[in-house]
């Protein structure tokens, strides 16, 4: 029968990065990845040897490690996900991280919600849930509204919500569409941003392309959210705007031209401008 080692050895000659593989046979064979490697003779079971040619077969093919293993962590949380949804990227945890700078800051100025209570938040797109969870995990009392186009994507969003027990809104919209007169203090995307003619798209053809392009130069979807927001923020509210590492300039245009002040944009972990924002100006 087919050994532990003999199967990571096989993952190696195809191409399957090594941790990938370790975490991909730990998941099948049910045990922890450092009891897996230090027992390269155990021999697998048919099943699991099975099991094993099948998920081989799909990484080899570029699909996602995270839609093999149904999960990805994000900013702390354990989220599932399948081919509904984007994987959640480590980059867009900086969004998550400057909208709570930005809650914070406003609860330490003594400035409540409009209306009073807890501050309003808005996740556009929300694939999993993934922002959206991890503002609410971060800070319970905030009252966090999520949407996305796609049924699909928010059923594991939903799932995602129930199985965490952190309450959030979850509504079915194509961006501002669902939401009529509503306002918030902070609305929060990541939306598609990917260029239709980016050859980078072919890599990742395993993900919901709707969810990584809207076609054209990209930008589609970040004109429409920000065309809007002056409607839909509260004086004083922020809009943040994951975008492509090429496109900083171009969005804070955008959200200028919106009437919205104090545009910056803030770097990943890789140094690239990955995010922009935007504060609806208060009344004098």
Do not use: C
């Not at 599932?80 to 480590?90: D, G, I, K, Q, T």
């Not at 930005?102 to 556009?124: F, H, Q």
């Not at 980078?200 to 969810?211: G, K, S």
């Not at 927001?229 to 922020?238: F, I, N, S």
């Amino acid at each position: 029968m087919a050994t532990v080692g003999a199967a990571l050895a096989e993952a190696r000659a195809r191409g399957v990065d090594r941790l990938d593989a370790q975490l991909m046979l730990a998941a099948i064979v049910g045990v922890g990845r450092s009891a897996l490697i230090a027992h390269e003779d155990r021999a697998l079971r048919s099943e699991a040897r099975e099991r094993w040619n099948r998920w081989l077969d799909r990484r080899a093919d570029g699909e996602p490690l995270a839609y093999l293993l149904g999960s990805k962590e994000f900013h702390g949380l354990q989220l599932e996900v399948n081919a509904a949804v984007l994987v959640p990227r480590p980059d867009t945890e900086l969004l998550v991280d400057w909208a709570l700078e930005l809650i914070d800051a406003a609860s330490g100025a003594g400035r409540e919600a409009v209306g009073g209570g807890a501050p309003s938040i808005l996740d556009l797109g929300t694939g999993s849930g993934a922002i959206a969870l991890a503002l609410k995990h971060s800070r319970p009392p905030l009252a966090v509204s999520a949407s996305d186009v796609s049924v699909e994507a928010l059923a594991v969003a939903r799932g995602n919500a129930d199985r965490l027990g952190l309450a959030i809104e979850l509504i079915a919209s194509s961006w501002w569409q669902a939401f009529a007169e509503r306002r918030f203090d902070l609305v929060v995307a990541n939306p598609p941003y990917v260029a239709g003619d980016d050859p980078h798209l072919a890599a990742l053809r395993h993900e919901p392309q709707a969810a990584l392009t809207p076609g054209g130069d990209g930008l589609g979807a970040i004109r429409a959210i920000a065309a809007d927001a002056h409607r839909h923020l509260h004086p004083g509210g922020w809009l943040l705007v994951e975008h492509g590492f090429d496109q900083a300039r171009t969005v804070r245009t955008l959200l200028e031209a919106a009437g919205l002040a104090d545009v910056t944009t803030r770097a990943d972990l890789a140094g690239h401008e990955r995010a922009t924002g935007g504060r609806l100006p208060r009344p004098r």
